[in-house]
């Protein structure tokens, strides 16, 4: 992934639809997904829209992103906590849908990600659901 995209990545608003909404930002923590979600030690932001990075007209993405629902319905370690929408507020990029995920093992996110072609996820984890970008591409 190269440096651009990188900084993409970095400065997306992930908005968790959630009740209340949440606005995740790399590097920051979001200490509310314990509250809202008990019991659960981390969470991803998984999307299966424009895979790799290449801008996808909106049906495909859609298709795309039943089928990672129907996926992640599969996969019994995964909760599905919430649907997502990554933001990009310099408006280069159009809003990925996406879900938020609970109960997944790192490597298990990381592959999720492979599986639908992106070059990252987002990770949080305890204590502080600290935001971070986990670059799919490197595993």
Same mark, same amino acid.
């Given at each position: 992934?190269?440096?651009?995209?990188?900084?993409?990545?970095?400065?997306?608003d992930?908005?968790?639809?959630?009740?209340?909404?949440?606005?995740?930002?790399?590097?920051?923590?979001?200490?509310?997904?314990?509250?809202?979600?008990?019991?659960?030690?981390?969470?991803?932001?998984?999307t #299966?829209?424009? =895979?790799?990075? $290449?801008k996808?007209? &909106?049906?495909?993405?859609?298709? *795309?992103?039943?089928?990672?629902?129907?996926?992640?319905?599969?996969?019994?370690?995964?909760?599905?906590?919430?649907?997502?929408? #990554?933001?990009? =507020?310099?408006? $280069?990029?159009?809003? &990925?849908?996406?879900?938020?995920? *609970?109960n997944?093992?790192?490597?298990?996110?990381l592959a999720?990600?492979?599986e639908?072609?992106?070059?990252?996820?987002?990770?949080l984890?305890? =204590?502080?659901?600290?935001?971070?970008?986990?670059?799919?591409?490197?595993?």
């Open positions: 992934m190269d440096s651009e995209l990188l900084k993409a990545y970095k400065n997306t992930y908005t968790i639809l959630t009740s209340p909404v949440l606005c995740v930002r790399i590097g920051e923590a979001e200490l509310a997904l314990r509250e809202i979600y008990p019991g659960y030690s981390s969470f991803c932001i998984v #299966a829209y424009n =895979p790799k990075s $290449k996808t007209p &909106e049906a495909d993405n859609r298709r *795309a992103s039943q089928r990672l629902l129907q996926r992640l319905k599969s996969m019994s370690d995964a909760h599905l906590c919430a649907k997502t929408v #990554a933001e990009d =507020p310099q408006q $280069k990029w159009p809003d &990925e849908r996406g879900f938020l995920v *609970a997944l093992s790192k490597q298990d996110a999720l990600g492979q639908f072609s992106q070059h990252a996820i987002v990770w984890q305890e =204590p502080r659901f600290r935001a971070e970008i986990l670059i799919c591409d490197e595993v």
